[in-house]
């Protein structure tokens, strides 16, 4: 095969191999810029995780307390209940009475005192009745107040139930909460998945171009294995591929071209270097 040949596919092939370095090259970076949003979501979802076992065991005691203060709320009603029916039954033993007649009555005998003209001794018997009906109207008094006991309770189960009811608040804010992550959550899920998706197809594309680079690869080198194998006068002419190798090499092309030496695979390699940056 002659030498404008073998560098024309030469320059075919580096041009082939370059343009899938570029494809290989923009596939990579698409699949950096997926792994950098994947980690982003699944340090999300990992802290939103984190939270939730957080707020699950919040919930767990403020809900164990809230049944404690209910229960606590339930035995003062009970006690509550109690007082209340026996004082409904000391009520129905207590004679009916009119306040409204008593006081009255009390109202006409301070009249007599302030105005009529009566006895000491008679004056010391009406004061004694207006005692006696005071006393009746404070026993009625007392025995239709309720007992301190009773108060006693009913201030302390009504602290209970506000305390109660501020936990159940609590825990409504908390189950809030868990929802919004749950349901952030399931949409970090479907996000994940499709990310770690397209991961998948990019690197099953890159990999198809590291395959395709490989074959090019080889064909390339068995060109320049041919190019190596032309004699001396037909190599000069292949010598203007390599103008700008310089010195960076360690082996020297040139002279492996003009003497008819047998290039190695190392050798082949930079020369495919070279052409590539043609």
């Known amino acids: 095969m002659d030498i404008n040949t073998l560098k024309n596919q030469a320059k075919e092939l580096t041009g082939s191999l370059r343009d899938l370095s570029s494809k290989k090259e923009q596939k990579f970076k698409e699949k950096t810029k997926l792994s950098n949003v994947l980690n982003k979501l699944i340090k999300e979802a990992i802290d939103l995780k984190a939270r939730k076992r ?103 189960t009504r602290e209970v139930k506000n305390k109660a009811d501020k936990i159940h608040e609590d825990i409504q804010k908390l189950a809030k909460e868990l929802s919004e992550i749950f349901e952030r959550l399931t949409v970090l899920s479907t996000e994940i998945n499709k990310i770690k998706r397209q991961k998948n197809v990019t690197k099953l594309v890159q990999n198809g171009l590291k395959d395709q680079i490989n074959i090019l690869n080889a064909k390339l080198g068995g060109v320049l294995r041919e190019m190596s194998k032309l004699p001396l006068s037909v190599t000069k002419s292949a010598l203007d591929l390599f103008k700008r190798s310089g010195t960076r090499n360690k082996v020297n092309i040139k002279d492996a071209l003009k003497k008819g030496k047998k290039l190695s695979k190392d050798d082949i390699l930079k020369i495919q270097k070279q052409l590539m940056r043609k």
Do not use: C, W
Not at 82 to 90: A, L, S
Not at 92 to 109: M, N, T, V
Not at 113 to 135: D, F, R, Y
């Open 54 to 156: 957080e707020l699950q065991k919040e919930l767990s005691l403020l809900k164990k307390k809230r049944n404690e203060r209910n229960n606590q709320v339930r035995e003062g009603l009970k006690k509550l209940k109690k007082f209340k029916e026996e004082y409904r039954k000391n009520k129905k033993k207590q004679p009916k009475i009119s306040i409204e007649k008593i006081l009255a009555e009390i109202q006409q005998f301070d009249y007599q005192v302030q105005t009529g003209a009566v006895s000491m001794n008679k004056e010391k018997q009406i004061m004694s009745k207006i005692k006696n009906l005071k006393k009746i109207i404070k026993e009625h008094e007392l025995s239709n107040t309720p007992p301190v006991e009773f108060k006693r309770i009913q201030g302390e």
